[in-house]
């Protein structure tokens, strides 16, 4: 199994940016893929961006293409979204998530998931 905890979610003005670290622990994590997903308020959870074991194919949202940026430092057992231009619409609970199979963007795609960090981006 992996433990994933996320980090580095915040209150921020629309045009800002934030940078997400999700950090895992447990068995090897340069094995995962790894997800990016969030939640917003009444909303079903979304597929953001995803990033593959030796982090050489990628895969994003179109909703945050040319915006948001993932990548991963397996030495560090970390995976990182990096968020520009933020809007609005931005807004949710980000969460990370990992599987052993390859790059996918459904939610049941991922055994093992964090908790979760909010991102509020103000107007």
């Known amino acids: 199994q992996v433990q994933l905890v996320e980090s580095g979610g915040g209150l921020v003005q629309a045009g800002g940016s934030l940078r997400l670290s999700c950090t895992a622990s447990?068995?090897?994590?340069?094995?995962?893929?790894v997800g990016w997903f969030r939640q917003a308020p009444e909303k079903e959870r979304e597929f953001v961006a995803a990033?593959?074991?030796?982090?050489?194919?990628?895969a994003y949202a179109d909703s945050v293409k040319g915006r948001f940026t993932i990548s991963r430092d397996n030495a560090k057992n970390t995976s990182y979204l990096q968020m520009n231009n933020l809007k609005p619409e931005d807004t949710a609970v980000y969460f990370c998530?990992?599987?052993?199979?390859?790059?996918?963007?459904?939610?049941?795609?991922?055994?093992?998931w964090g908790q979760g960090t909010q991102v509020t981006v103000s107007s």
């Open positions: 990033i593959s074991w030796s982090g050489g194919s990628t």
């Open positions: 998530a990992a599987t052993q199979r390859g790059l996918g963007t459904v939610v049941a795609g991922y055994e093992y």
């Open positions: 447990g068995r090897a994590f340069n094995r995962y893929t």
